[in-house]
């Protein structure tokens, strides 16, 4: 292990990173605080207990609930300004009861909780599947009929290889600081249980329109209509007649994204939705990490008047982080992807996250606990502001456009490419592509105050694939760039090229400024091309440099044609020409445009 401590100017010590040996990291201070890079799963620390009963090994994944503190090393260096919460006495801790969990006959199960160290007997959660699906308060014995949640089981033929279907329950002490390690089962699967088909359900909401004169925003309608629609390109391929994908935006008068109607198509899909199905659930709009006196993650509804958060908006127009988890956790569906493009406008009102450049920890606690016990795929990003949410360069929130470029460039960086060259929309390749891509989105269209969201993955089951795109639909989105892009094509000379020049180029157009250089894809509509033909004459090279561009069928036409001459012994330099006369070339006709 290798370590890293954090002084303060008077001796006292702020906190201790520590590389572990699986590559992964954890950061903690001297009251229990903890930071790691999967929270949930720290391997090789613990916290130790000392009891009358003797010492009892406490992992960092227990003590989550109170101790959980996200961007803790940056708090301890004060680069992040936001506070440390408070947390329990380490010393005061009482442990968690005795678990036991034993089959009774079918699908019942006995439950029991021991109270031990005078700690009293707090919450029993039982989850299936990876899903939370009932819980019982101070309640030291009962039995439970997993019968009633049959729809959460698994038939064999939708289990992974080595996968199977887990009964997990877990207890805490009376206060909840302190939780028990998971009771897993397997519980096999039921003779009775049905194959049933695979649907997807996707709701895509895009709250722009807002109570009150301040607040207000314009991207989310076109984000949660744009998501919509490639969804459905996407997904009819791979599950024609087997999706059902609702859009509700505040543009439009059909079906609002009120808080009632939201909550209810959530209560609607749990209703219908199967173990083998897909919840896919999209929101844009504004979002908060504290309304009165509760902290957390609220999504606002059109309702809520930006400019005058009170604690009456918690239940008349907003939609809370806790409200979110248990509805996603009562929806059978085994595979759920979320995915929150939220801005905070501190011009609209000093209740809403004003300058913070980072996903607050209440929401980062609010993202994990909804990930824990729904085995959701979370997606999240916050805007620091309206301007960074909303560039006009694109037309979309930062976050909405990475997920919809990858889809509608049919690019492999953000889809899994098969060796028969079709393109899957896997859930992990493409929300990781969106996680990475918006730090470079913001720097082409100059924008400050977009912070890279945050990924969370299931803690069960593989990736999976929701789509399938078709190369020959390319560009049916119709995305505005965030800057002119342009495709680098050959440089030859009689069909060769002896001098090596393409890569020279290539490596020139990686520090363009004006425009954004596309390397592996041959054509696309609505983007320009660039390419070359040159000679060499003694120790002189001169470039016959061609600018073409893509109409919306995708048919290539030349432009202009540009000489640049440069000796051959500097080729960098040479390079440097060409990529200046490029930019200079399309910015000139991209001004024109205008």
């Not at 949660?224 to 087997?242: F, H, M, T, Y």
């Not at 905070?344 to 980072?358: Q, V």
């Not at 020279?504 to 592996?520: N, Q, T, Y």
């Amino acid at each position: 292990l290798e370590g890293m401590h954090v002084w303060s100017e008077d001796g006292k010590e702020l906190a201790t990173m520590v590389a572990m040996k699986d590559g992964s990291w954890l950061v903690y201070d001297d009251q229990g605080r903890y930071d790691a890079s999967d929270p949930s799963n720290v391997v090789g620390a613990r916290f130790v207990l000392d009891w009358e009963g003797g010492l009892e090994p406490i992992s960092m994944a227990q003590l989550k609930g109170q101790f959980y503190e996200p961007h803790l090393l940056a708090k301890a260096l004060g680069t992040d300004k936001e506070p440390r919460r408070d947390v329990p006495n380490l010393e005061s801790l009482r442990l968690f009861p005795a678990l036991a969990v034993k089959p009774a006959g079918g699908l019942t199960y006995e439950i029991e909780a021991k109270e031990r160290d005078n700690g009293g007997i707090g919450t029993v959660r039982v989850s299936i599947n990876g899903k939370e699906v009932t819980k019982k308060k101070g309640t030291g014995f009962f039995k439970l009929d997993l019968d009633a949640y049959k729809g959460f089981l698994l038939p064999e033929s939708r289990l992974g290889e080595g996968e199977k279907n887990l009964l997990s329950v877990t207890v805490s002490n009376e206060s909840g600081e302190l939780v028990s390690p998971p009771e897993v089962l397997d519980i096999g699967t039921p003779a009775d249980l049905k194959v049933p088909e695979v649907k997807l359900y996707a709701l895509c909401v895009g709250i722009g329109d807002y109570a009150g004169k301040v607040g207000d925003l314009q991207a989310p309608p076109s984000d949660a209509n744009a998501i919509g629609q490639a969804l459905k390109e996407v997904s009819d391929r791979l599950l024609p007649g087997k999706t059902e994908i609702t859009v509700m935006t505040t543009a439009s008068d059909a079906q609002r994204p009120t808080r009632e109607n939201i909550l209810a198509w959530l209560k609607e899909v749990g209703a219908k939705a199967t173990s083998s199905d897909i919840v896919f659930l999209f929101v844009a709009g504004h979002g908060t990490n504290k309304i009165g006196e509760q902290s957390g993650y609220f999504m606002l509804t059109p309702e809520a008047d930006p400019g005058d958060i009170t604690p009456t908006t918690i239940k008349t127009g907003a939609i809370s982080g806790e409200e979110l988890r248990l509805a996603l956790a009562a929806i059978p569906a085994g595979k759920q992807v979320v995915i929150l493009d939220t801005c905070h406008s501190g011009a609209a009102s000093t209740n809403l996250l004003a300058a913070d450049r980072s996903v607050s920890g209440e929401y980062q606690r609010a993202y994990e606990a909804i990930k824990d016990t729904t085995g959701t795929w979370l997606l999240a990003g916050a805007a620091a502001d309206q301007k960074s949410y909303e560039s006009p360069n694109v037309d979309h929130g930062m976050l909405t456009y990475a997920l919809l470029e990858t889809i509608d460039k049919g690019s492999s960086d953000g889809l899994r490419k098969t060796p028969s060259g079709e393109l899957f929309v896997d859930v992990e390749r493409w929300l990781t592509y969106a996680a990475n891509r918006v730090e470079s989105l913001k720097n082409e269209v100059g924008i400050k105050g977009v912070q890279r969201p945050e990924f969370k993955r299931a803690t069960r089951g593989e990736t999976f694939d929701i789509g399938v795109m078709d190369e020959k639909r390319k560009g049916f989105l119709e995305l505005k760039a965030p800057m002119p892009i342009v495709i680098v094509g050959d440089f030859e000379q009689d069909q060769e090229d002896p001098l090596n020049l393409e890569e020279a180029v290539a490596v020139a157009m990686k520090d363009a400024k004006a425009v954004k250089p596309w390397f592996e894809t041959a054509k696309h509509p609505g983007v320009y091309r660039m390419t070359g033909e040159y000679t060499v004459t003694g120790e002189e090279v001169k470039v016959r440099l061609i600018l073409q561009a893509f109409d919306d069928k995708q048919q290539r036409k030349n432009l202009e044609t540009i000489e640049v001459v440069g000796p051959k012994d500097k080729l960098p330099e040479l390079a440097a020409k060409i990529r200046a006369e490029i930019e200079a070339r399309i910015k000139a006709r991209e001004k024109a445009k205008t």
